[in-house]
């Protein structure tokens, strides 16, 4: 009985893949200059999101998950719209449930610097519908102005102003990865 027992949970481990449990993204603004960092950590009940970033106008901003993993200059337009799977209207305050992709507005302090935590309730980052690393992958973008959370299609935010794209391989574009601007911050916070 011990070895069925044993071998069932062989095969369960197994079965659960390389999903990742966490993921660092590399956020780049309009420039392809790199403003921050986004820590993506897999949770029961969604994927919670520690972003960090750098150089933004003080005040709100939106911020949201696209469909591709695409952050082509000068607008991110590459990217698509936001991850969206059960076709549901934009905004976290609508009662029937938001795209997949909302998430609630970040705000830059008035040195421009962002450090939040968010939560993207029921998706995931193994595989699925909800996944965040299906196919090629999507892509985490931030926008000049605030999301109003009902607005249609995208809670009238403003320009895409910062991207990262958020893909199962861990190699970016650049080649060698560039120093993050907001460990600077803190060094000079102490």
């Not at 962002?114 to 995931?124: I, K, N």
């Amino acid at each position: 009985m011990r070895f069925i027992c044993f071998c069932c949970f062989i095969f369960l481990v197994a079965c659960q893949g390389t999903s990742p449990s966490i993921k660092e993204v590399e956020m780049y603004n309009t420039s392809g200059d790199m403003v921050g960092t986004a820590t993506l950590n897999e949770q029961p009940d969604g994927i919670k999101i520690h972003v960090k970033l750098d150089g933004l106008e003080p005040g709100f901003h939106g911020i949201h998950v696209h469909e591709f993993p695409k952050c082509e200059a000068p607008d991110f337009s590459s990217a698509g719209g936001h991850l969206n799977p059960e076709g549901k209207e934009h905004g976290l305050m609508r009662p029937d449930g938001a795209h997949l992709g909302d998430l609630p507005n970040v705000e830059a302090d008035g040195d421009g610097v962002v450090d939040a935590e968010l939560m993207l309730a029921g998706a995931t980052m193994k595989e699925g519908n909800k996944s965040i690393l299906r196919g090629e992958g999507t892509s985490l973008i931030v926008s000049e102005k605030q999301d109003d959370g009902v607005s249609q299609p995208s809670g009238n935010s403003g320009t895409r102003i910062i991207c990262g794209k958020i893909t199962t391989d861990s190699k970016t574009d650049t080649g060698e990865s560039p120093s993050d601007p907001t460990e600077t911050n803190k060094e000079k916070a102490e």
